[in-house]
């Protein structure tokens, strides 16, 4: 076994579980709003973009740019639930349909204001460091991998123990009945559109020091994703994360050792199989 | 049909027939295009504004269409009038096995499964470098063995009619209405004796069909196709000129096709931008007129007409 | 008999909505079926017309096995069906409403023909003043008036009606009982219908049957059915002191 295998696998996981915080925030979307966000990874890519202008154009260090580009998308997020997808109320074609184009905006917004360059926020550590004695691994990768999974336990903190969270869920397990019981749905709505933009926007932050974001890269991060999704089904927190270690390591691995031209396609090919077998997802139910 | 619009048509097809003669070679090229766009948007909305099934494979269609005949041509030379038919038929085949993979998803996972199969097509289209050239581009022959733009444009005129005409009668059709019931309520529609699955199969095969041949006659126009042909970027564009010219009409996508190319066309001139424009005007027709262009001649000029008169 | 069904169970995860429900419906007669809410009278019917397939059991029409018809099968063979919530073709007009059964049941006929069928649906169930209308802006009544009409379209010689009164004032309900009377005694229309309103149900059919909890608790008689201390029990919680 050669010891570059490890050095992928490890590659897969760090991916797997930024990907897996990236598919949360679609999933609480779909979950309580039945609303595929197609702008998802533009979101991604803006949060890429924000943290670039503050940490490197304004000068801002790290630790204050990253909360502050996440409050950002958490707004933005906002924002677009008032203007574009409140009036789509219950029509879920409507939302992808909108939300599509809303994607193609926002890229071709960033390429004119951008340029199709390439750009990151400088490195939040340097170096790396040795694992297990047999490979050296960019430090970088570790604290983003780190503070990933930060973000993930405090988001399934919030969902579980708070009464956000109680909140949150009642609505996607029977909205009709929350709405009776005095829960402000469309405050709901509109806050957990914000929220699940903010998680990719945390994705976002956390993986553009790694890899620069251009107009483009939104693309794949949405289509990942929504394989999530899929394989984890719909408004399942565990099965994102699974999903997401899945997709992380059957990427790298097939890029690395079948083809790395194809490496996008693994993901595409798991979705396929797995809504043919099942077209309501691996772990498919609908509650949080 | 009234006397009115029998004349209207005459007179528009009398102006499309003699366009060669007063517009140059540049905007007949930008005629080619636009009719291009009207057969991928008319048959994209049959599927998608008929039936509701709203699939993101169309382009990846138009894409096997022209890369399985310009393959053909070049391999085992094929005459590409023949690769044509044999594109459309080998597209229609995938959009076969598409819609029946999809058939048991709703709407969300109908619409991803077709992304990640369009996605898949042009992955594969662009790593299969010895049979496709990737994004260097593949330089397939010419449809008729002779290059003359406004013998192409008639070719395109006609097949565009053609396409008008066959998705106007499923339109008005026995076959039309129940493409419309199974997009309103397919339950009901099956409880009623429709076999909506059938119903289903039939747009997909007509609608893919019509993009794989629609693909393939563009490619031997283009004389040079790329990955792009397959592309989300291209999907967009047959999305957005549906939509603003007027989802599940008939009229609404040749109006879409023509003002959205004509515009980018303008817009052009300033640069890049017509993507990001269209992209805009999309997304406020999608937001406050989801009816498109159609929808807002339907809704407000129509009932002034009628006070008028 | 036109229908009879053996032994029909079905669940949904851990729920057992139907068990071992035993029952028939003898041809040209009004069948009602009643039971509290979660009873499983919808799903019921939800498996006669083949949007569900029973787990066990049987379900013969006219002495065909239809257990595992898909719904436009069973539509063919001659059983249609109106919703409880409405889901009449919402964006379509009424006049389309029904050449959809039109369509589905006699393809062969000419366009003119099948025009003339579904106005002539629409006029009975007294919709011809909004042949072109489109289903969304009716009213409640009239979109039920639409999905009878529909059903009828098709020929059918069963027609299950679910909760068909819920929603109507006492005129309407008057007006749609008689209408059942009319179906059955003009066209032969067998009729198996589920309601909530009792003094309409325990007046307009000539059996009943009870289901409680996915069982079939009681059969026979309106008023037999009505005094049945088990029924009363299913209904208000408690046996009667």
């Given at each position: 076994m050669d010891l570059l295998f490890f050095m992928y696998l490890t590659n897969g996981i760090v991916m797997g579980i930024i990907f897996a915080l990236s598919a949360l925030g679609v999933s609480l979307i779909v979950g309580i709003m039945n609303v595929i966000n197609f702008a998802h990874g533009e979101l991604y890519i803006l949060a890429g973009y924000i943290s670039y202008i503050l940490s490197?154009?304004?000068?801002?260090p790290y630790y204050f740019a990253i909360p502050i580009t996440i409050l950002l998308i958490f707004i933005i997020g906002i924002l677009i639930e008032q203007s574009l997808i409140r009036p789509t109320y219950g029509n879920d074609m409507y939302s992808l349909i909108i939300t599509f184009i809303l994607s193609i905006v926002i890229q071709n917004f960033a390429l004119l204001v951008f340029g199709p360059f390439p750009n990151k926020p400088p490195n939040w550590v340097l170096g790396s460091t040795n694992i297990f004695g047999i490979f050296q691994y960019g430090n970088q990768r570790i604290i983003s991998c780190l503070v990933a999974i930060g973000i993930i336990i405090i988001v399934f903190l919030l969902i579980k123990k708070t009464w956000f969270g109680k909140t949150v869920r009642a609505v996607s397990q029977d909205r009709e009945t929350a709405s009776i019981m005095g829960i402000d749905t469309s405050k709901v709505n509109m806050f957990s559109f914000g929220f699940g933009c903010a998680l990719a926007g945390a994705a976002g932050v956390v993986l553009s020091p790694i890899f620069p974001v251009t107009p483009l890269a939104g693309v794949e991060i949405s289509l990942l994703a929504f394989i999530i999704l899929v394989i984890g089904g719909m408004g399942s927190l565990w099965g994102c994360i699974i999903g997401g270690l899945v997709i992380g390591i059957v990427q790298s691995l097939g890029a690395a050792y079948i083809s790395s031209g194809y490496k996008d396609i693994f993901g595409f090919i798991i979705l396929i199989l797995v809504l043919s077998m099942r077209p309501a997802g691996l772990f498919g139910r609908k509650t949080l | 049909m009234k006397a009115t619009k029998i004349l209207g048509m005459v007179i528009i097809l009398g102006i499309f027939l003699s366009m060669p003669l007063y517009i140059g070679a540049y905007w007949l090229h930008v005629a080619i295009i636009s009719l291009f766009y009207v057969m991928m948007a008319s048959s994209w909305n049959l599927l998608a504004?008929?039936?509701?099934?709203?699939?993101?494979?169309h382009a990846a269609f138009a894409g096997i269409g022209a890369y399985l005949s310009g393959i053909l041509a070049i391999t085992l030379h094929v005459p590409p009038i023949i690769g044509v038919f044999i594109g459309a038929t080998i597209a229609a085949l995938f959009g076969f096995a598409l819609g029946m993979l999809c058939i048991k998803m709703g709407g969300i996972y109908l619409s991803l499964t077709t992304l990640a199969f369009s996605e898949i097509i042009r992955l594969i289209i662009t790593n299969e470098y010895e049979l496709t050239r990737g994004t260097m581009g593949l330089e397939v022959p010419n449809l008729i063995g002779f290059y003359s733009k406004p013998a192409y444009f008639y070719i395109m005129l006609v097949m565009s009619i053609v396409f008008l005409i066959i998705i106007y009668r499923i339109i008005h059709s026995d076959l039309g209405t129940t493409f419309r019931a199974v997009s309103n309520d397919e339950l009901a529609a099956n409880s009623l004796g429709i076999n909506v699955v059938r119903v289903r199969i039939v747009a997909f095969v007509i609608s893919s069909a019509m993009a794989g041949f629609a693909g393939a006659m563009f490619g031997h126009y283009l004389l040079l196709i790329s990955p792009d042909i397959s592309s989300l970027g291209q999907m967009f564009l047959v999305l957005a000129m549906t939509i603003i010219g007027g989802m599940g009409s008939f009229v609404g996508p040749i109006i879409g096709a023509f003002f959205l190319e004509i515009l980018s066309e303008y817009i052009r001139i300033y640069g890049e931008y017509h993507v990001l424009i269209f992209g805009v005007i999309a997304l406020i027709i999608a937001r406050?007129?989801?009816?498109?262009i159609m929808g807002i001649y339907r809704d407000k000029l129509k009932i002034k007409w009628k006070e008028v008169s | 008999m036109i229908l009879k069904a053996t032994g029909i169970s079905k669940s949904f995860g851990g729920l057992h909505?139907?068990?071992e429900v035993d029952f028939h419906i003898n041809e040209e007669e009004i069948l009602g079926l009643i039971g509290p809410n979660g009873a499983g009278k919808t799903t019921l019917f939800n498996v006669i017309t083949g949007i569900y397939n029973p787990e066990k059991g049987k379900i013969e029409f006219n002495g065909e096995?239809?257990?595992?018809?898909?719904p436009f099968k069973v539509c063919h063979k001659g059983i249609a069906r109106t919703f409880q919530v409405t889901r009449t073709f919402?964006?379509?007009?009424c006049l389309d409403n029904v050449l959809v059964g039109v369509i589905g049941n006699n393809p062969k006929l000419s366009p003119a023909e099948k025009k003339a069928e579904a106005i002539k649906h629409l006029k009975f169930v007294g919709l011809n003043n909004f042949v072109d209308t489109e289903a969304k802006n009716l009213t409640l009544v009239d979109k039920k008036r639409l999905e009878l009409a529909r059903a009828l379209s098709t020929y059918p010689k069963l027609l299950l009606l679910d909760e068909v009164l819920a929603g109507l004032n006492t005129a309407e309900m008057r007006e749609a009982c008689d209408l059942i009377n009319i179906i059955r005694d003009k066209f032969g229309i067998t009729i198996f219908w589920v309601e909530h309103v009792m003094r309409a149900i325990m007046e307009v059919s000539w059996r009943i049957i009870v289901l409680d909890h996915g069982e079939k608790i009681a059969e026979g008689l309106p008023k037999e059915v009505a005094g049945n201390p088990k029924v009363i029990e299913a209904y208000l919680g408690e046996p009667n002191a």
């Open positions: 490197v154009k304004i000068g801002i | 504004g008929y039936t509701g099934q709203v699939s993101f494979a406050f007129a989801p009816s498109g | 909505a139907l068990s096995d239809i257990s595992k018809y898909k919402l964006d379509m007009s």
